[in-house]
């Protein structure tokens, strides 16, 4: 599929809507996160999935495993395509989380793709220490990520400088979500991202989706910028 996620990061279900009308047949789904889930609820979700888009349920779940099972299951409920979780809630959270995607599925829902995010991008060393984590950044990715493999996780979510480290330690089937998408096809303007690699870098290192918010979103014309970064992301391997 398309690997091109666009970020719905916006305020208003009208406003999401309007963008993923404009954007439909350009991307392969939509990403929306806390801020659009929060003010406009369950039902953005249930809008977008009616349409037909794939959605990228993006709220890190992070609590005890029996309700991050619970959270996965309605989650799944309301058509979510792809899901996450915090790997920092340990192997028998996301191992609850996998079950609960498993059982959804069994249940007739299509299996949801649940993945994890690892460390936070804007945490940087010193932040990990303040935490109790004595390890670099990119050790405790990786380490993060083969712990979201081994608990039967399909994927994570990655900075692009963070994408081939977790390759060379996952594998290839693993589902590896990256952000930061900039510069190239991307186009220049970098807005609050400071590590970041364009559309085809971020594929050549490993990627399997591309999750892209601003450079789609504030285009001049979004359906245009949205068709020249999902080409520049479709390299061969
Ligand atoms: O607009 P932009 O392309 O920067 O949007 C990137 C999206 O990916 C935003 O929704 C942002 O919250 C998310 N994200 C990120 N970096 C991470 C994790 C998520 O930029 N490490």
């Not at 109790?132 to 405790?140: A, K, N, W």
């Not at 520049?232 to 391997?237: L, R």
Request: with cysteine; aromatic share 2%; charged share 20%.
């Amino acid at each position: 599929m398309n690997p091109i996620l666009v970020a719905l990061d916006v305020a208003s279900a009208r406003e999401a809507l309007a963008m993923a009308d404009a954007l439909r047949g350009t991307v392969g789904g939509y990403k929306v996160g806390s801020q659009l889930f929060t003010a406009e609820g369950p039902d953005i979700v249930r809008a977008l999935t009616m349409r037909g888009d794939k959605v990228f349920l993006d709220l890190k779940f992070h609590d005890i495993p029996n309700t991050v099972a619970g959270a996965i299951a309605s989650a799944s409920r309301l058509g979510a395509w792809m899901m996450n979780v915090h790997a920092a809630g340990g192997p028998a959270m996301m191992a609850a989380a996998k079950a609960a995607a498993d059982t959804a599925a069994a249940g007739g829902h299509a299996r949801p793709v649940v993945i994890a995010v690892t460390v936070l991008t804007s945490m940087d060393e010193a932040t990990l220490r303040a935490v109790g984590v004595d390890t670099s950044p990119l050790e405790q990715v990786v380490h993060l990520a083969r712990m979201a493999q081994d608990a039967g996780l399909d994927g994570v979510v990655a900075s692009p400088l963070e994408t081939a480290a977790i390759r060379a330690a996952c594998g290839p089937d693993f589902l590896i979500v990256t952000p930061g998408i900039r510069g190239g096809a991307a186009g220049d303007a970098k807005n609050d991202q400071s590590r970041t690699m364009t559309p085809d870098e971020a594929m050549r290192a490993g990627a399997s989706y591309l999750v892209v918010g601003r450079p789609i979103t504030a285009a001049a014309e979004p359906r245009v910028a949205a068709g020249e970064i999902a080409a520049a992301a479709s390299i061969e391997d």
